[in-house]
C-alpha cells in the first residue's frame, strides 16, 4: 500500500504480558517514529529511527518499552509487562528525509491492558 | 519538550462560518509549525505547514504565523460538516522532533 501500516489495530491485553507492536512505513521514508496518544491529548514522542539507527529513545516510558527497525525498514515496539498505564494509540509516522517534519501517520494500535 | 499550547474547545460554528484555531508555543528558537486534523478514531492527517512570518492559504485553510509573538492559528473559512475533526497544532522541538498540543475539536452545524 502507499501509506503507513500498522498492526494489530487493536490489542487487548492482560496485565504484565508482553505486547508486540508493527509498523510498516511507506517505501523508501527515511525516518520513522513512534508517539503515544492518550485519549483527549496529542501524540507524545516515544522514540526517533533513521533508518536502522534509533537516534533517540528519550521518550520512552521506562525499560518495558523497547523499540527496534533492524533493516531499516518495519519496526516493532515491544512493551513488556504491560501495565494499566500502557493503554493508549500507539501510532508509527514517517517522513521521506532526515530532519523532514512532515510526518505521515499510520492508524494507529489501540492497546488497552485490562 | 517544548510546551505547546491550543485555545480549550470544543468549538462550535455554523456551517458556512469562519473557524478560528490558535495555538502558542514556549521554544523561540521554533521555526517549523504543522496543523494536523485528526478525525474521531482515526491518525493524524497534515493539513498545512508554514514556515516563515505571515498568512499561508490552501484552499479553504489559512494557516497565519508570528514568530515575535510565538503564535500561530488555523482559519477555516466556508466550514462544512466534513471540517469537524480535533485539530492539532505541532512545532519543530529539535532537528526532528515535533511537539504537539492537545487539540482543539470543532464541531460544524449544520
Known amino acids: 500500500g502507499a501509506g503507513v501500516s500498522q498492526s494489530p489495530r487493536y490489542k487487548v491485553a492482560k496485565r504484565g504480558q508482553d505486547v508486540a507492536l508493527r509498523c510498516d512505513p511507506i517505501s523508501g521514508h527515511v525516518s520513522l517514529f513512534w508517539y503515544q496518544q492518550a485519549l483527549g491529548q496529542g501524540p507524545e514522542f516515544l522514540t526517533y529511527f533513521q533508518n536502522e539507527a534509533q537516534l533517540d529513545k528519550s521518550g520512552l516510558p521506562s525499560d518495558r518499552f523497547f523499540a527496534e527497525r533492524p533493516e531499516g525498514s518495519v519496526s516493532t515496539l515491544k512493551i513488556q509487562r504491560t501495565q494499566q498505564e500502557d493503554s493508549a494509540v500507539y501510532l508509527c509516522?514517517?517522513?521521506?528525509?532526515?530532519?523532514?517534519?512532515?510526518?505521515?501517520f499510520g492508524p494507529g494500535t489501540r492497546l488497552t491492558v485490562t | 519538550q517544548k510546551e505547546v499550547e491550543q485555545n480549550s474547545g470544543p468549538l462550535s460554528v455554523p456551517e458556512g462560518a469562519i473557524a478560528s484555531l490558535n495555538c502558542t508555543y514556549s521554544d523561540r528558537g521554533s521555526q517549523s509549525f504543522f496543523w494536523y486534523r485528526q478525525y474521531s478514531g482515526k491518525s493524524p492527517e497534515l493539513i498545512m505547514s508554514?514556515?516563515?512570518?505571515g498568512d499561508k492559504e490552501d484552499g479553504r485553510f489559512t494557516a497565519q504565523l508570528n514568530k515575535a509573538s510565538q503564535y500561530v492559528s488555523l482559519l477555516i473559512r466556508d466550514s462544512q460538516p466534513s471540517d469537524s475533526a480535533t485539530y492539532l497544532c505541532?512545532?519543530?522541538?529539535?532537528?526532528?522532533?515535533?511537539?504537539f498540543g492537545a487539540g482543539t475539536t470543532v464541531t460544524v452545524r449544520a
Open positions: 509516522a514517517t517522513s521521506i528525509l532526515p530532519g523532514s517534519y512532515e510526518q505521515y
Open positions: 505541532a512545532v519543530n522541538d529539535n532537528d526532528y522532533k515535533l511537539s
Open positions: 508554514i514556515y516563515s512570518n
